[in-house]
């Protein structure tokens, strides 16, 4: 049974890691949004102008590529962060053997690292807001529930992503395929730089399976530049995912740490 004050144990510790290390990743989780922001928002979208309110809905490109750029930094930070991190856990320093040498259940450690990438990702997700507006990609304040979207979207990668590294017992090669052959082709074709419809027939069933698809189809609706008519399946998948990811990686934890 999990308890919440377990979770709480695991999450206070990596948030005590973090306060002393967070300048390692700061940069490079500002700076890669920031460098999408210019190479895309202002550098691409200066080029289509306006052709390109054709397919945004009428809104201006920077405006209706904000919320994707958040959703997708969330997505690759949680994917990044569960994978090597959580291998080095179990295998290198071995920080998870030492959680559970104290009463705290193995579901619980899981959960507490869930949570530190998720207020992680929101923390990073904030401050590269703050820069989007700053470049005017901000037209409403419901870019906040963007944020909000963002951060669910980049939880329901890193639990799926968990889970997997829960189950590796080799040094992490096979989480390059994970980047190059997931995260890559779902950060370029699932609708953050161009819309799905534009995409061949045969490959939009495959974005429609990409939890950033998800994400960002949610992203944009709160921000005002997105369609409502499938939020509550947006919101209903990255919830199921979350759920998923969660649950098997509260099992392999218990396996691998009880073994």
Do not use: C
């Not at 049974?1 to 999450?11: D, K, Q, S, Y």
């Not at 290390?21 to 920031?34: C, E, G, H, K, Y």
């Not at 590796?168 to 779902?186: C, H, I, K, S, Y």
């Amino acid at each position: 049974m999990v308890r919440v004050h377990g979770v709480a144990r695991v999450l206070e510790a990596h948030l005590r890691w973090y306060r002393r290390n967070w300048r390692a990743t700061a940069i490079s989780s500002v700076l890669q949004p920031l460098l999408f922001l210019l190479a895309f928002g202002l550098g691409f979208g200066s080029l289509v102008g306006a052709r390109a309110q054709e397919a945004t809905g009428g809104a201006d490109y920077l405006v209706w590529l904000a919320p994707a750029l958040l959703a997708m930094s969330a997505v690759q930070t949680g994917a990044f962060e569960m994978s090597y991190p959580v291998l080095a856990g179990f295998k290198w320093r071995r920080t998870y053997e030492a959680m559970t040498a104290t009463p705290v259940e193995p579901g619980e450690v899981a959960l507490g690292q869930l949570a530190f990438v998720t207020a992680k990702s929101l923390l990073t997700g904030a401050v590269s807001l703050v820069v989007i507006a700053l470049f005017g990609g901000v037209r409403s304040v419901g870019v906040l529930g963007s944020l909000v979207a963002a951060v669910l979207t980049g939880a329901a990668v890193a639990a799926l992503v968990m889970a997997f590294a829960a189950t590796r017992q080799d040094e992490g090669t096979a989480f390059n395929a994970v980047f190059r052959f997931v995260v890559l082709p779902m950060t370029l074709f699932s609708g953050t730089f161009f819309p799905i419809a534009t995409l061949p027939g045969w490959v939009q069933p495959l974005a429609w399976v990409s939890p950033l698809w998800h994400g960002t189809e949610l992203a944009r609706w709160a921000a005002g530049v997105g369609a409502s008519d499938l939020v509550l399946l947006h919101l209903a998948y990255l919830l199921v995912l979350v759920g998923i990811g969660s649950g098997l990686s509260m099992r392999f934890f218990t396996r691998r740490l009880t073994a």
